[in-house]
């Protein structure tokens, strides 16, 4: 069952700017990734902390997600799938 207490609180949210299908959203326990405009989001881990993920940004450059979290600051430069922390 699902409680109105685990559903988590949303701080940011991220469009890619080359593909606006792919949407990064942080939240009150983790960021989480639709390639599909929104829809099936997948949480992402790999080298995410349980944390409050209060902003994210996406370079319109190089690629690269930046995310500002409870616990620090956190970069993946192959779209979400590892993260290392970078303060």
Known sequence: NLSITS????????????????I????????????VGGG?????????PFSTFWDL????????I???AQSGLYKSADSGANWTQIN
């Open 66 to 68: 930046y995310a500002a």
């Open 57 to 64: 940004l996406i370079d319109p450059t190089g690629g690269a």
């Open 24 to 35: 990064y959203v942080g939240t009150s326990n983790r960021i989480y990734k639709s390639t």
């Open 7 to 22: 559903v988590p609180v949303v701080y940011a949210i991220a469009i890619d700017p080359s593909n606006s299908q792919v």
């Open 40 to 48: 099936n989001l997948t949480a992402l881990s790999n080298g995410l």
